[in-house]
């Protein structure tokens, strides 16, 4: 059983260039959240998605930030004209219905030049 | 709004030290607890969870915790560390009800020392 996959790892954009980031989940797992470590700091909750549905994006920044978790394939994070305070490792958590703990992915860390 | 305080922000120890970090937060209702542990580099791992029951938890790598209610604390213990315990730990307590979002604390980075 697969863990949490994210892709890309690493990826760069230029300031004003969209970032977009991709999350698929365990095998099983319907709930996805979005997570951001700023450096030196902990990981901020951004948004928490079912399969069509955004539950709670209170996390998420009112401008340029979005994300979706279609019913068939990954759940996206996509950033519109990325600013350098962007840069940052977002990662994803997924699992099952019901109160159990999270599985995070590797993260993809953003650097915006 | 819940909040999760980890009063040491870098802790230094020597192999085969004792280690306790504290965890403290903020919700009064009931929580579900969590330590997870960053490797240098890496993504997070789960190191031990609480939900009911006995509040002295074993985890993995020979960590433990205890969840005492009445102070609202939710302290990793690891009675010998090793050079291969430096990491980042990061406290996470989830409330019982309504959705399922994690708060973390700030995280305490530990260096062991051989």
């Known amino acids: 059983n697969a863990g949490v996959m994210q892709n890309p790892r690493h990826l760069v954009r230029r300031r004003g260039q969209e970032a977009r980031l991709r999350c698929s989940p365990m095998?099983?797992?319907?709930?996805v959240y979005w997570y951001r470590q700023l450096p030196e700091e902990g990981l901020k909750f951004m948004v928490y998605l079912q399969k069509e549905n955004i539950i709670d994006e209170s996390g998420m920044p009112k401008e340029r930030f979005s994300a979706e978790f279609p019913k068939e394939g990954p759940s996206i994070l996509r950033i519109q004209q990325v600013v350098r305070g962007d840069s940052a490792a977002y990662f994803c958590a997924s699992s099952p219905d019901g109160p159990y703990g999270y599985t995070f992915g590797s993260g993809t860390r953003l650097t915006v030049v | 709004a819940q909040s999760v305080s980890q009063h040491n922000h870098h802790v230094i120890l020597s192999e085969a030290a004792s280690l306790e970090l504290g965890c403290n937060y903020s919700?009064?209702?009931?929580?579900?607890l969590f330590w997870y542990v960053q490797y240098p580099g890496q993504h997070l791992q789960l190191l031990l969870k609480?939900?009911?029951?006995?509040?002295l938890v074993k985890g993995i790598k020979g960590f433990e915790a205890e969840f005492i209610k009445s102070k609202f604390s939710f302290n990793l213990r690891k009675p010998s560390v090793q050079w291969s315990d430096t990491a980042e730990y990061f406290c996470?307590?989830?409330?019982?009800?309504?959705?399922?979002?994690?708060?973390f604390g700030t995280g305490t980075r530990l260096l062991v020392s051989p």
């Open positions: 095998k099983g797992h319907s709930h």
């Open positions: 996470a307590v989830r409330r019982n009800t309504g959705f399922q979002k994690l708060v």
């Open positions: 609480y939900f009911s029951g006995d509040p």
């Open positions: 919700y009064g209702g009931t929580v579900n």
